[in-house]
């Protein structure tokens, strides 16, 4: 943001000036009391100004000004004081200022403006009353007041002097400050500050690809002796290269007279601040070119980014296929307040127990998985096999951990053989930050699905995991579950449904379970009860248990980072191996169900009561002769996964009959849970 402050002659002049200039321009105007109608005029060079609220009041005519605006939900003040050398009016705007500050309190503020007071060396009563209001509230002025504004020219002499200040709040820092020459005969120079404000909005780091071709080149051409030397080089170069998204997406845009309005200017600059007033006439002469340069360069930037939208912008209109798949919370429309979020999640992957009566049948598993064996070629199929490429909080980006040389790669790989055998993963890769998708119109906190999103490192390790277990899977993992497995789909279950249909004389039950926050509310010994049933070696089960215990999150809300908390159960979503993790789950039940109702490990034939249930996922089907078991199998998965610290979806929930292939359509009937846990003996009842 550029904020510039000067005297303006008139209002129409200088309005039409500005506004033919490229962006938004908000003008605003205090109209001094004098004839001349001189005053200190205020431009906020705002994009998108319809979405800002900006607000305006002149509080004192020609003397005080309150602007207020709105940046990401974040209030902004700007007062803009003229206050005279003789001290007329002081005490009321003093008054004024006194009032709004205590009223912006804990807000983005800005007191800037001709105050014609010297603040480091305050002479008398009028300065030190203003500096003991600045030091009150304090806020800080780091422009040096020695930068002169104002030039005066007399007879045989040029008189120099800073009446113009800039305060602004502890929240905001001011990067820097140019003098400008003035292109008006006003005594005051134009400046600009930019400032940044001290918030974690657009909290991700992006590196250019000019400088991600410079780190992996100084990378590859050093030598490291341990991961630990390569993890430090990489951090320091991803902190020095990193920087801010630009959200307005705009770039600097070079023109044809960039240089020749640089070297005019310092010519002007110098003209007006070092001549002696003889040189009038060269100065006039100068100003007008610049000002001819000026109306040329605002007509070449408007070509040249009407160029750009033409190229980039207005193509992206047609890609029908992002737009449809890209989800996103609008969270101008959100009702609830950040804490709110914060504290439901922080609740969700909080634990509520600590064991479970769930008693573990028999194991159809049977042989469990070996320990995956991580090398150079494993890093390198993993990463070709990977596309999320969103760093996590560390900033450091799936494509420089790709660009790196063999060499280095195999001291990842050691470091993951490592982790392994020492059973858990460094403390800093259990930090993560939650991108927090819509599932539909979100009306409560359980519309929101949480994507946890950790270190790179993380994410490649789990992926060979992950990968490597994918043949044991589909080899141990029985066929009712058809999710997330190798050589496996869920239309597999579609089929053998319609195969049912047309092959029983009479028609049957289907009940769909839907197991709510599924992934979310897992708890830790639910996990270790889960790998212990598939016979994951111990080195293994330790390995999956210690890296998943203690997670460190932050959430994104409004592209900001909340406060941080602490995960203490739940399969985190975004992390590679989770789906086989849940599968491992559903296995417990399915084993269960093989002991206690005598259904066979793989039914050969199609039998209604044999099946006995499918699992899509975290979805379980539960097919049921409906005149004969249904209750009985009902309360028996309701109980298991309440023992399992699962609780069941009652709203997304449903049972249909399945009618034979001679019944009509119109005979299908649908019904939705209003009770799950104590089904009645009549299932119309118990269906509601």
Known sequence: ????????????????????????????????????????????????????????????????????????????????VYASSDGEDDDEIINIIIHLLLKCENEFNIVLGDFNINTRKPQNSREKEWKELIECFQLKELIIPENYTYVRKVINSVQKSRPDHIFVSNNIRIIREVILPPISKNDHLPFYIDIEFETDYCWRNFISRKDMNQISTTLNESHYDSFDALQKDISEMVNKFSFKDDKTNLKYINTINKKEIKTKEIELLHLVTQGKGQNIEE??????????????????????????????????????????????????????????????????FTSVSKSSDFENPPSTVKKGPKIPQISLKTIKEAISRMKSNTPGLD????????????????????????????????????????????????????????????????????????????????????LRQQAFIS?????????????????????????????????????????????????????????????????ILQLEIDHHLSRPFTKTRGIPQGCPLAPLIYDCITQLIIDKCIQQWKISIKPTKLNINDIGL???????????????????????????????????????????????KKQNEANDRRYYYTKIQKPSSTWTLSLG
């Open 1 to 80: 943001m550029s904020i510039t402050e000067t005297h303006l002659k008139t209002y129409e002049d200088q309005k039409e000036a500005y506004n033919k200039g490229n962006g938004s321009i908000f003008f605003n105007s205090l109209f001094g009391a004098r004839k001349a109608q001189k005053g200190t005029a205020l431009f906020h060079i705002l994009n998108n100004k319809r979405k800002r609220f900006i607000s305006n009041e002149n509080l004192i005519q020609g003397k005080l000004q309150w602007t207020r605006f709105f940046s990401r939900n974040k209030p902004i003040n700007i007062i803009t």
């Open 283 to 348: 100065i006039e002469k100068l100003r007008n070119n610049i000002k001819v340069l000026y109306k040329e360069t605002g007509a070449d930037i408007k070509a040249k980014l009407s160029e750009n939208f033409n190229k980039h912008d207005s193509s992206m209109i047609y890609q029908f296929d992002k737009h449809l798949k890209e989800k996103s919370i609008d969270w101008k429309n959100i009702q609830f307040s950040e804490e709110e979020i914060v504290h439901h999640f922080e609740t969700k």
């Open 395 to 478: 900033s450091i980006s799936f494509q420089i951990i790709r660009n790196l040389k063999d060499e280095h790669l195999q001291l990842i790989a050691d470091q993951f053989e490592n982790c392994i055998q020492q059973g858990n993963i460094p403390e800093e890769w259990k930090s993560g930050w939650v991108k927090l998708l819509p599932k539909r119109d979100i009306q409560k906190l359980n519309d929101i699905r949480p994507i946890t999103i950790l270190p790179i490192y993380y994410r490649i390790l789990f992926n060979i995991i992950a990968y490597e277990l994918r043949q044991w899977a589909s080899k141990h993992i029985n």
């Open 487 to 551: 050589h496996r789909n869920t239309m597999n279950h579609g089929l053998l449904l319609s195969s049912l249909a047309k092959k029983n004389k009479s028609s049957f039950l289907l009940v769909n379970l839907d197991i709510e926050g599924a992934y979310d509310s897992v708890e830790d010994h639910i996990i270790e009860k889960a790998l212990t049933h598939c016979k994951f070696p111990d080195e293994l089960k330790t390995f999956i248990l210690n890296s998943y215990k203690s997670q």
């Open 614 to 660: 499918l699992c899509f996922a975290d979805d379980i089907n539960l097919v049921s002769n409906r005149y004969c078991n249904y209750n009985e199998r009902l309360d028996n998965i309701s109980k298991w996964l309440g023992q399992l610290s699962l609780k069941i979806n009652p709203s997304k929930s449903m049972a249909t009959t399945l009618p034979t």
